[in-house]
């Protein structure tokens, strides 16, 4: 079992920044990848950033240049610094993670989602 908790959603307006974090917490003996993703209303959930234990990033390719992601592996958090926000970035921003239990089954999780608003 592994518990992700999201924090650091809320309103803002276009060029405002936010910060999302995100804790895992549970029977974890490995994180592998930790991401975020979005789900805009009528859309489909889509891939923002992931980033892998040994520190490497993707990024989709609209946020590029505006969006950080990191993560702290001794804590088992990762952060998604959102600057330059824009109307469109507006979606339910879920945490992901996938790793290693305990016990050595493999486990992939989400978090429950923190809404981001961006006002034009």
């Not at 040994?54 to 990024?59: I, K, L, R, V």
């Not at 804590?75 to 469109?88: G, I, R, W, Y």
């Not at 879920?94 to 981001?116: I, K, S």
């Amino acid at each position: 079992q592994v518990d992700l908790v999201e924090s650091g959603g809320g309103l803002v307006r276009a060029g405002e920044s936010l910060r999302l974090s995100c804790a895992a917490s549970g029977s974890i003996a490995r994180i592998n990848t930790m991401g975020w993703y979005r789900e805009a209303p009528g859309k489909e959930r889509e891939l923002v950033a992931t980033i892998t234990s040994g520190g490497s990033a993707d990024y989709a390719d609209s946020v590029k240049g505006r969006f950080t992601i990191s993560r702290d592996n001794a804590k088992n958090t990762v952060h998604l610094q959102m600057n330059s926000l824009k109307p469109e970035d507006t979606a339910l921003y879920y945490c992901n993670a996938n790793g290693v239990l305990a016990w050595a089954a493999p486990f992939e999780y989400w978090g429950q989602g923190t809404q981001v608003t961006v006002s034009s």
